[in-house]
């Protein structure tokens, strides 16, 4: 029988993706960096949208050669269909449904941050049902409770900002470039966690990053008043002091959701999953508390087309195909 193979397009904020994905297994996954934000401090959906146009063949073409297949080879088109920038979603979903149409393939439409929770069967090792997945990005900060492949159920989120958001605000606050988040994870690294922060109060396992950017900006205005090159002389300290806050915040919330439904499976997911000290916290939660960890490789914790292929590959199986019809969606519940 021949292989099912899927090109799946992921192009939902400043990262163009394809990759390839053959009877389940990732073949290529290509990313285009957008460096253009730079020079603005955070993400221009305008300029987003335009990169995205550029180099999105390019990738396409790349992610075909690398898994050594024509476009004949094909057995569907699959796109990230929201949640994320409208201006950049629409580029990749009418590029694969204008490829669809030429070749008479169906499409499948892929939830960006379901697709992050599901980053995790691209390799060994794979969590088992039932898990949970916190997941944290840019625009997301849920802890989710995952019973099967396209069945997960959110149990606590974010009120306010997503954590990726904390990341690059107080980066910025540091007057860091953009992107602020791995950065500010680097300069932490160096230094030490010796200003407290209070953990903000709120129920369940869901959580609020908000009030905890007003606290290091007076903090900043506060210490910055009475020594004008505070931030200069005590970065690496301030990064790591901001970063331990947020972690354990998210440890907190995860733990306690572990605890209450009794799951030892315990993944992380998204953008800020590459941050080291979520990453230690979790791998110390695990020993402390006998879970079995699971931390995406570096390149599937930010945005890529390998987890849009991994989700495509399940919906294909399941014939969950969309129509030329299908429109992108910012907001994507
Ligand atoms: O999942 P992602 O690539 O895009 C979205 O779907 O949002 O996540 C991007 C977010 C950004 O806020 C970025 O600053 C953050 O992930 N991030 C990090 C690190 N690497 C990426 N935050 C803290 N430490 C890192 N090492
Ligand atoms: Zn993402």
Not at 216 to 236: G, Y
Request: net charge neutral; charged share 20%.
């Amino acid at each position: 029988m021949s292989k099912i193979n899927i090109l799946a397009i992921e192009s939902s904020c400043d990262d163009t993706s394809a990759a390839i994905i053959s009877d389940g297994q990732v073949l290529s996954n290509c990313v285009f960096s957008q460096k253009i934000h730079e020079k603005y401090g955070g993400v221009l959906p305008e300029a987003a949208s335009r990169a995205h146009q550029t180099s999105i063949l390019p990738i396409v073409q790349e992610a075909l050669s690398v898994a050594n297949m024509e476009l004949q080879d094909l057995s569907a088109i699959a796109f990230t269909r929201g949640p994320g920038l409208l201006g950049s979603l629409h580029v990749g979903v009418s590029f694969a449904k204008g490829l669809a149409l030429s070749l008479n393939l169906p499409m499948i439409a892929v939830h960006h941050i379901k697709a992050h929770v599901l980053a995790h069967f691209i390799e060994e090792p794979k969590p088992k049902f039932p898990f949970l997945c916190l997941t944290v990005s840019g625009g997301h900060t849920q802890i989710v409770l995952v019973k099967d492949y396209l069945d997960m159920e959110i149990i606590g989120s974010t009120i306010d900002d997503a954590a990726g958001e904390a990341f690059d605000k107080t980066a910025k606050l540091l007057g860091l470039p953009y992107p602020g988040g791995p950065l500010l994870d680097k300069l932490a690294q160096q230094g030490q966690a010796k200003y407290k922060f209070t953990e903000p109060q709120i129920a369940n396992y869901d959580y609020s990053f908000s009030g905890l950017k007003t606290q290091f900006m007076r903090f900043l205005q506060q210490e910055s008043a009475t020594n004008p090159n505070f931030v200069q002389e005590n970065m690496n300290d301030i990064c790591a002091s901001v970063q331990e806050r947020i972690v354990s915040f998210l440890m907190r919330k995860l733990h306690k959701a572990a605890k209450d439904y009794k799951i030892r499976e315990i993944a992380i997911a998204g953008g800020v999953s590459a941050n080291s000290g979520l990453r230690k916290a979790i791998e110390e939660y695990g020993k402390r508390y006998h879970w079995k960890t699971y931390i995406p490789k570096f390149q599937y914790c930010t945005d890529n087309a390998a987890m849009i292929a991994m989700m495509a590959h399940f919906l294909y199986e399941k014939g969950e195909f969309v129509t030329q019809e299908v429109q992108p969606l910012a907001r994507f519940d």
